[in-house]
């Protein structure tokens, strides 16, 4: 099964920024959507952005938007976080996904991609500490 290898996650003072990346172990690897989720100590996993390959708007959580932008190279099959303004309520494990649901006419693409049981491939997950 493909693998998903993240990187960049570290702790960072309030106000700073970082960037996480997420790479395909295998180059032919075909994903529709590509996410990611965070999960802070206590709390359950949420979703935070998605991008879909085949183009239109990413969609982000109401809390990140204007602060994170999600963005990708589906040739590379890798996708990326830029997290500015970061804020000590980001603090969680950042988990990126792929999905290859393909969207159907029963639910919205932003209702489907939101969901992380729409997403059967995981990385391992990153570490991101926001110090105040």
């Known amino acids: 099964q493909v693998q998903l290898i993240e990187s960049g996650g570290g702790l960072v003072q309030a106000g700073g920024s970082l960037r996480l990346s997420c790479a395909a172990s295998e180059r032919t690897f075909s994903s529709y959507a590509m996410g990611w989720f965070r999960q802070a100590p206590g709390k359950e996993r949420e979703f935070v952005a998605t991008?879909?390959?085949?183009?239109?708007?990413?969609y982000y959580l109401n809390s990140v938007k204007g602060r994170f932008t999600i963005s990708g190279d589906n040739g590379k099959n890798t996708v990326y976080l830029q997290m500015n303004s970061l804020k000590p309520e980001d603090t969680a494990v950042y988990y990126c996904?792929?999905?290859?649901?393909?969207?159907?006419?029963?639910?919205?693409?932003?209702?489907?991609?939101?969901?992380?049981?729409?997403?059967?491939?995981w990385g391992q997950g990153t570490q991101v500490t926001v110090s105040s």
């Open positions: 991008l879909r390959w085949s183009g239109g708007n990413p």
């Open positions: 996904a792929a999905s290859t649901r393909r969207p159907d006419s029963l639910f919205s693409e932003n209702y489907i991609y939101t969901r992380s049981y729409s997403y059967a491939n």
